[in-house]
């Protein structure tokens, strides 16, 4: 288990290469017309034809055997408590668990399962410092948790909001999971953390477990937070109504998660689509929470939206990828010279029925991962989560 991965250190050269298909994580693009990619030091600096770019030196060479390279996924709404064990299912190792399922970088949604979570503004303020911390030093088997994401209380002012993000906190909780559950004090809030660089989002929806409130459309129209967390709901939804509102009233972030109501998300994805604004889904499992871990939570959000959504596989994959990276200022998620070299790759799983990877997952089956790589950093080869891939990549060689 390797449970305080190390980052990339000393020179490295990776080339992956043969691969099948090249999934971009861009909407605008979402397959690249190459076979060949090289990272140096844990950043992309090649993609292309194997004969056209410079694969000399490798430190490790990847044949990825006509299989397909997409971004590393990432998944925007996670809560996070202490390394790679949560109190909420009393489960270990579920960071781990979920890198066999192809997330590379995780978004913390608030550290709420914390036991004992204090509520008082230097408590609260002092766990998020302690949070943003100890997931940065620490990563499980490699994975990016960026966490550190304070649940605002109605005593907090403005000076709170500069002192985080002095030391180092850039995202808030969920809004409406704290004291602040009314627009205007979310408004006000939620400026002062966008005026010191801080992202936020907010609990949409009926309560997700008893002690959480119910956030509607005026609150969440009213908050303006970066991303609407969980639009789908967090388990209780809105109202189509309401849904249509609030697609219509902002153009924030649209996040579908996979412990929410899978039809609402069925219902933004195609409101959103209706709009011209697929750049605005974003994907996350909210968990851990009553519903448990979901290791393969990501890649079963994909398989819905694209089979039952009637999304091309290869774009159903930037919700999950690029349109993340790009709406939380992320450097990964993008298959783009400079971006950090996190790529999932994959397979149409055995047996299944599609004549390949995308066509599989348009009828609702999940790939099979063949291995993960963080920063140019192999993490894991055949997945023990996913069904088998058909095929899988080989290491073969470097030095
Ligand atoms: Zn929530």
Not at 64 to 81: E, K, M, N, Q, R
Not at 284 to 289: L, S
Request: glycine residues 14%; contains cysteine; hydrophobic residues 40%.
């Amino acid at each position: 288990m390797a449970h305080d991965a190390p980052q990339a250190s000393g020179p490295s050269k990776l080339v992956i290469r043969n691969i099948g298909l090249l999934l971009s994580g861009a909407l605008e693009k979402p397959i690249l017309d190459a076979d060949t990619i090289v990272a140096e030091n844990g950043k992309i600096t090649a993609i292309g034809r194997a004969k056209d770019v410079d694969t000399e030196g490798a430190t490790t060479i990847v044949d990825a055997a006509g299989t397909t390279v997409a971004p590393g996924l990432i998944d925007s709404h996670v809560h996070p408590v202490a390394g790679d064990w949560t109190p909420r299912q009393n489960q270990s190792n579920w960071i781990d668990s979920y890198l066999h399922g192809g997330v590379t970088t995780m978004i913390s949604a608030g550290e709420v399962h914390m036991p004992g979570r204090p509520r008082d503004v230097v408590g609260l303020k002092a766990m998020a410092i302690f949070a943003q911390r100890a997931f940065w030093t620490l990563r499980p088997g490699g994975v990016k948790v960026h966490a550190g994401a304070p649940v605002i209380e109605c005593e907090m002012v403005e000076d709170d909001f500069k002192e985080l993000a002095a030391a180092g906190v850039k995202l808030l909780g969920e809004v409406g999971l704290g004291g602040v559950k009314d627009g205007p004090t979310a408004r006000k809030m939620v400026g002062w953390a966008r005026k010191y660089g801080i992202q936020s989002t907010i609990h949409t929806g009926g309560p997700s477990i008893p002690g959480s409130g119910l956030i509607d459309k005026d609150v969440v129209l009213e908050a303006d937070t970066d991303v609407v967390g969980h639009i789908n709901g967090g388990h209780t939804a809105l109202p189509d109504d309401q849904i249509r509102c609030i697609c219509e009233g902002c153009k924030r972030g649209l996040e579908l998660v996979h412990n929410g109501n899978e039809r609402s998300a069925l219902f933004t994805l195609r409101t959103a689509r209706e709009m011209g604004d697929l750049n605005r889904i974003i994907l996350g499992t909210d968990a851990p929470a009553g519903s448990g871990v979901q290791p393969l939570g990501i890649l079963r959000m994909v398989s819905m939206l694209s089979s039952l959504g009637e999304v091309p596989a290869e774009l159903a994959f930037c919700f999950a990828t690029g349109n993340t990276a790009r709406m939380r200022a992320l450097d990964c998620g993008l298959i783009e010279i400079g971006r950090s070299a996190d790529f999932v790759i994959m397979d149409k799983a055995q047996h299944s029925p599609g004549k390949n990877i995308l066509e599989s997952v348009q009828l609702g089956d999940l790939p099979g991962i063949g291995m993960t790589i963080i920063d140019g950093i192999i993490r894991t080869q055949r997945s023990r989560n996913t069904p088998p891939a058909g095929k899988v990549p080989e290491i073969v060689g470097g030095h």
